[in-house]
């Protein structure tokens, strides 16, 4: 592949959405960035995978500016990682649990966010996908600390797209419904269930399904697309 292919980097691909968004956008054409607290599940010339904890500031700095000297340039960011526990009603949610979540879903998506637009600044173009949830529209009991986490993504994406606006550089997000990962499975039957029976389009996302949501916003064609949230699955 040329040196003109675009670049798009990918947390969390070591499986679930990440791994699967990585496996589309490679298919395409892309050079995949990725990253993961565990080592690469993927084998392909055009993936370069880096082991990071995106809660951790300083390792996420180093990483991103790895990225700059590797490629020259980041065209496309999906902030995929995150973490999803078991339900938890929010009078049985103790601290650790809260925090982990927030951590993960929050400050990594920040951390990642910031170092990311700070290298598209430099070229004034860019295109920022955060993922969240179908969480933030069902306000399902039991998952308050996970939902409260996808809902501060979704602020965060509307006011960083607002301050890098004028820069060329877009940030939307994309909300998921059911997807068939493992931190679907970590919220418990109970939750699936009910979160099936409120969605408008009751069935499980295919990876293909949520790879069209990102290349949409991906496109050149939609650099007037900012701040947006496209909810898969369901009319919020």
């Known amino acids: 592949m040329g040196p003109q292919a675009p ?71 999906v902030c995929n990682a995150g973490t999803a526990k078991a339900s938890s009603l929010v009078t049985m949610t103790d601290g650790a649990l809260l925090e982990d979540i927030v951590r993960s879903n929050v400050f990594g998506t920040f951390f990642v966010c910031r170092e990311v637009a700070r290298a598209m600044m430099v070229a004034r173009s860019g295109r920022i996908i955060n993922v969240s949830s179908m969480a933030v529209g ?45 931190a679907f499975a970590a919220l418990g039957e109970g939750v699936q269930a009910r979160a099936r029976m409120k969605l408008t389009i009751p069935r499980t996302v295919t990876i293909e399904e949520i790879a069209n949501v990102v290349a949409f916003f991906a496109a050149p064609d939609s650099s007037v697309i900012t701040g947006q949230v496209i909810h898969m699955g369901l009319v919020v």
Not at 157 to 178: F, R, Y
């Open 138 to 182: 069902l306000h399902e009991e039991g998952t308050a600390a996970y939902s409260a986490s996808k809902s501060a993504i979704v602020e965060l994406t509307k006011i960083l797209a607002k301050e890098i606006a004028p820069l060329g550089i877009t940030a939307n997000v994309v909300a998921p419904s059911m997807f068939a990962s493992d």
């Open 7 to 77: 670049v798009m980097v990918i947390t969390g691909t070591s499986r679930g959405i990440g791994r699967g968004l990585a496996e589309q956008f490679l298919a395409r054409g892309y050079l995949v960035a990725g990253c993961a607290r565990g080592q690469s599940t993927i084998d392909d010339p055009l993936y370069h995978h880096t082991q990071v904890n995106v809660s951790d500031e300083s390792a996420v700095r180093r990483w991103v500016r790895a990225l700059r000297t590797k490629y020259g340039r980041i065209d496309v960011l």
